[in-house]
């Protein structure tokens, strides 16, 4: 979000948390957050395979934080979407 | 209370009574104030300083729910590179190196990069630059920036085309280094331009003009301009690193929108840096090897709360080797980099390092 919109970091972080349904605690918390990530499937730390994977999850984070992603356009174009 | 044991600038051990810390701490920030004209630290943030450097715990970090995100300059150069770009000479290639920063270090931005960092040499392998872009944007989920060093003193004889203002300044001929330099940062404002364009085609997430201002107030322009064309004709996230808190005036008359560049301090730095449509700008503060850390810091985070107050972007100040407070020595120490880290969250409202 700072890249993409040039949020400062406690707005970046309200953004996300928002979009996420987690509280901006939850957001700092590993614990939480890698449980998250799994069931959102936009990557884990962790090589679990079947998990979404670099550009994989890179698009879906884009879909999911309402953010445009310039590798994520480029692969849309590349696929005529 | 017992001694306190903290670092000099330049690294080693210095044992300091609390009084002595406590009169660090102001001075250094008091001499950020002179300097910037900017406002010193207030009490309870001194005293935050203080209790940091008091603490016998050899690491620091932040209070859980202010942790910050961390951008990368340098690119992997870090891990596979030798001891002239603090590197480790691990065998690995750029697309290895990324992703172990990805998963292992967990890093929050990275960077692909030539190994000779700057605009200059990066052109003629541009092709290559672009398809290791490419791969780690394939592979990995944090953002990938492409980044490099404006460098203007490559334009320069004996690296360039363009006399030297280094040579002409010492004999005078100040009218010759001027034009030196207005010819020379043209040229480098088109290679930045140009290697920014061929980022873009590729996907490429952001540009870091890194180190920049380092041959001066010329070179800042170049980048300055860099940065407008960038934000209006591409979609890459721009991020400003300086080279140096105060921009030299190797020229001393270039102006960008009516504001003289010679001389500036970060928080006029980042005022140039938003108008010109950055999205990330990294301040420098540099560090003082013969002075303590507390003072080194107290200074640093003077000069980062000045542009953290009024910023419109985020501000992610460089906090390393020699800058942001730390110790110029090879190998920082974790105990004084883990303070100055934490502190530049906490007291000076840093977006990210």
Redesign the interface.
């Known amino acids: 979000m700072q890249l993409s919109k040039k949020m400062r970091l406690d707005e970046a972080k309200e953004y996300v948390a928002g979009k996420l349904g987690v509280s901006v605690m939850d957001l700092c918390d590993s614990t939480v957050m890698r449980r998250l990530r799994e069931e959102l499937d936009i990557g884990v730390i962790t090589a679990v395979a079947g998990a979404a994977k670099g550009l994989e999850a890179k698009a879906r984070i884009a879909d999911l934080l309402d953010v445009r992603i310039n590798c994520v356009e480029r692969l849309k174009n590349k696929m005529g979407l | 209370m017992a001694e306190i044991q903290t670092r000099m600038g330049d690294g080693y051990t210095v044992s300091m009574t609390p009084e002595e810390v406590r009169e660090d701490l102001v001075a250094g920030s008091a001499d950020a104030a002179r300097r910037g004209k900017i406002p010193v630290l207030e009490p309870d943030e001194l005293d935050y300083l203080f209790e940091m450097f008091a603490s016998p715990t050899r690491i620091w970090g932040v209070e859980?729910?202010?942790?910050?995100?961390l951008s990368k300059d340098g690119s992997t150069n870090s891990l596979y590179s030798a001891q002239l770009s603090s590197g480790v000479g691990l065998p690995l290639s750029r697309e290895q190196a990324f992703r172990t920063f990805e998963?292992a270090f967990?890093f929050d931005?990275m960077e692909i990069g030539h190994t000779d960092y700057s605009v200059k040499p990066s052109k003629p392998i541009v092709v290559l630059e672009q398809n290791h872009v490419e791969a780690v944007?394939?592979?990995?989920?944090i953002?990938?920036f492409y980044g490099f060093m404006p460098n203007l003193g490559l334009y320069y004889q004996p690296d360039g085309p363009f006399p030297n203002p280094s040579d002409l300044l010492p004999k005078g001929q100040i009218a010759e280094a001027r034009a030196a330099t207005e010819e020379a940062l043209e040229v480098c404002y088109n290679d930045l331009v140009w290697m920014t364009e061929k980022m873009?085609e590729?996907?490429?997430?952001?540009i870091n003009y890194d180190t920049t201002a380092s041959t001066g107030d010329g070179e800042f322009l170049a980048t300055l301009r860099a940065v407008e064309w960038a934000a209006k004709n591409t979609?890459?996230?721009v991020e400003v690193g300086m080279a140096a808190e105060c921009v030299l005036g190797f020229h001393g008359q270039l102006e960008y929108n009516g504001k003289r560049l010679a001389g500036m301090w970060p928080h006029q730095q980042m005022e140039v840096v938003q108008e010109a449509g950055g999205?990330?700008f990294g301040p420098v503060v540099n560090t003082n090897s013969r002075k303590s850390t507390p003072w080194n810091l107290a200074r640093a985070i003077t000069f980062v709360k000045a542009c953290t107050k009024d910023?419109?972007?985020?501000i992610h100040p460089n906090v390393g080797m020699g800058v942001g407070g730390v110790p110029m020595f090879e190998i920082p120490p974790i105990d004084v980099v883990t303070r100055c880290s934490a502190a530049m969250v906490m007291i000076g409202k840093?977006?990210?390092l």
Do not use: W
């Not at chain 2, 859980?64 to 995100?69: F, Q």
């Not at chain 2, 590729?202 to 952001?206: L, Q």
């Open positions: 859980r729910g202010r942790e910050a995100v998963r967990g931005t944007l394939h592979t990995t989920i953002p990938v873009d590729v996907g490429a997430d952001g979609h890459l996230a999205h990330i910023a419109k972007i985020p840093a977006d990210g």
